[in-house]
């Protein structure tokens, strides 16, 4: 090898190498190139899903007409009862959706109203034709929404203390008698259950942050410092929310299906750490069919699976969560023998990484784009299934998926193994399916249960309540700040999860909790938003909540 001063650039002698040389040479230069091209598509994959999600939107909707490969049969999903499964393959027509006469206002019906008529006075009352007398034939009703924005008042409880004159005068001491009063949220402070519920509602379920709060308050008229409000929620989090958060933790234990996953929190003032280290803050709930939901968020400073661990202690069944390998400690001991736990995979994240892959791909990739539209139309069987059997009870979803849904499964494991030859090593398509290959085992193991889902969407729907809100707020200032938003948060989303309204919720127990025995169950179960003794303008007047499957 020579170095050419004026061009400065190598230049390789080839006709003093020998045949051996060469060859070496040749196969050095080819596998340089084919790692440059395969860098090269890497970073075209980049920029074109970059410009889709610029361009086109994030969403990942398969849209009519995107995918015509003829894979499986439309009969299959509109089949009767009981009738078999066809082995043609042809395409799936998309769902027509009919919007519902009536619903659009519906909800009108349910609020206060104030109606005003206009009538005509007896005088004008006359026919101007005629003279005769009018007649009420209809009426036109035209509906306006009156919305009162939110007032502030003062409430002082003037606690009287009795004394009795006769022993003012004639004995040594005196009886003194207070009047009975409900204690303070908080003891010396001005804090009530209405305006810790109203900042609650503002930061963690509007996501706005405490100085956007403190500039809607003086708009109010009352003077409120960022952090005073902060000082309140860590009070209330630790003294009232959080014996609730602990029960409800010991409930959601005590099922055997939970669903589980995380997101980066940044924690400023964390002892031994420095402010841009990432912390972690983790989600579990109950399964996503369970008619009392449960969810729960925890912080920590780590992404360990011992934190998982940790926190489902005690726990027996199935829990869904994504690929995360650090799941898979949930399954064994310290010792490494096995536990009473089943992992389920996400087939949500499989489906997500062939749409992926699709919107990386060049059009002149016709191969790679057949492949990658063929993953996402068994996924998207797999979940137009599902989505048939939504109303099922769960022994006869699970008669469904074994009839049914697990012959595509079968085909699509057999497709994946066959395909993954063929795919460009380190592309899309090869990590869409390499996916699928790893996560087999966990993949299959919704058709165990009828009561399982297909994804773990529901997690992440409730994640991201927190994500949403980190966006405005960004991060935490203290451990003791993050606790207490964790356990906010828990309280929040269980609630809305159970289809209360969760400022009156918040504002309903922490009416009820100062002078209860937190530490009381029988007293925390009249707290609890599937309760008998929630009052109904603490419930949502649709009661819904949203469904599980994607578009």
Known sequence: MEKDTKTKTKTV???????????????????ESEALAAKVRHYEEIIRIANSRKYKGSSEKTHPGQIDLGLFNEAELIAEEGQAEESAIKQIAPRKRTKAKGKKTAWIDTLPAEVIDYTLTEE?????????????????????????????????HVTHIYACRNCEKNAESVPIIKAAAPPALIKGSSASASAVAFIIHGKYVMASPLYRLEHDLKRLGISLSRQTMSNWLIRVSQDYLRPLYDFLHELLTARDIAQM???????????????????????????EFDEEPIILFDYEQSRSGNCATAFMEGFSGYFICDGYTGYNKLTKDEDGKPLPRIRVGCWFHSRRLYDKALRGLNKVETKAITYSEKGLEYCNKLFMLERKWKDLAPDKRLEKRKEIALPVVNEYFEWVKKTASFAIHG????????????????????????????????????????????????????????????VIYSIVETAKANNLDPRAYIEHILTKMPGMDLSDKAALRTLLPWSGSIPDNAKSPTGKTAGHLPP
């Open 13 to 31: 002698d080839l006709a003093s190498m020998s045949r051996e040389e060469l060859e070496n040479y040749a196969m050095e230069k080819s596998l």
């Open 124 to 156: 004008e009352q006359a026919c101007p034709a005629c003279g005769g007398p009018l007649h009420d034939m209809s009426k036109d009703v035209h509906c306006e929404i009156g919305i009162i924005p939110a007032q502030a008042k003062v409430t002082k």
């Open 261 to 287: 996953d995380e997101t980066t929190l940044e924690v400023i003032k964390e002892a031994g750490r420095a402010a841009c280290q990432t912390s972690y803050m983790w989600l579990y709930r109950t399964g």
């Open 427 to 486: 592309s899309l398509l090869s990590k869409a399916l390499e996916y699928s290959i790893s996560q087999e085992e966990y993949l299959r193991n919704y058709l165990l249960d009828g009561r399982l889902p297909i994804s773990n969407n529901a997690s992440e729907r409730s994640i991201r309540s927190f994500v949403i809100g980190r966006v405005n707020w960004m991060f935490a200032f203290s451990p003791n700040g993050a606790d207490a938003s964790a």
